[in-house]
């Protein structure tokens, strides 16, 4: 069976939520697409983030893009609060520039500042741990 993607409204609503809470200024909500996958053949992963390349941006006469993807057979079965750890994880890899880079694990993407960032998004969100 083929990957599918359909986009994803209601991660887009959750990403909107997490961008506002942790005042996440440098995204780009307009900016960032969220879709939901059907069929991967991936063994770990839970959601993938892309980015719109500079070159692809200067080809295209484009702003940055960037894509959230969730792995449906994953991402759909986790709490609440997994999700919402994931959906950090993934906009941790974007760059402050904005620019249609992405930041590596090392250093940038780490459980500690996952969980930081989640701790804050509790904490200051109308959201309680379930």
């Known amino acids: 069976m083929p990957i599918t993607y359909i986009p994803a409204e209601d991660v887009h609503e959750l990403v909107k939520e997490v961008v506002a809470t ?10 960032v697409m969220c879709f939901r996958s059907r069929g991967s053949k991936s063994r770990r992963g839970i959601a993938r983030c892309y980015a719109l390349s500079k070159i692809w941006q200067k080809a295209l006469n484009m702003p940055p893009y960037y894509i959230i993807e969730v792995i449906s057979e994953r991402f ?29 694990h090392q250093g940038y993407v780490t459980k500690r500042l996952v969980e930081e960032h989640y701790c804050r998004f509790i904490a200051f969100s109308n959201r309680r741990r379930r």
């Open 22 to 31: 942790l005042s996440l200024k440098y995204i780009d909500i307009e900016h």
């Open 76 to 104: 759909d079965s986790l709490s609440e609060d997994n999700k919402i750890k994931v959906i950090i994880h993934e906009l941790l890899h974007i760059p402050k520039a904005f620019g249609g880079g992405l930041r590596p």
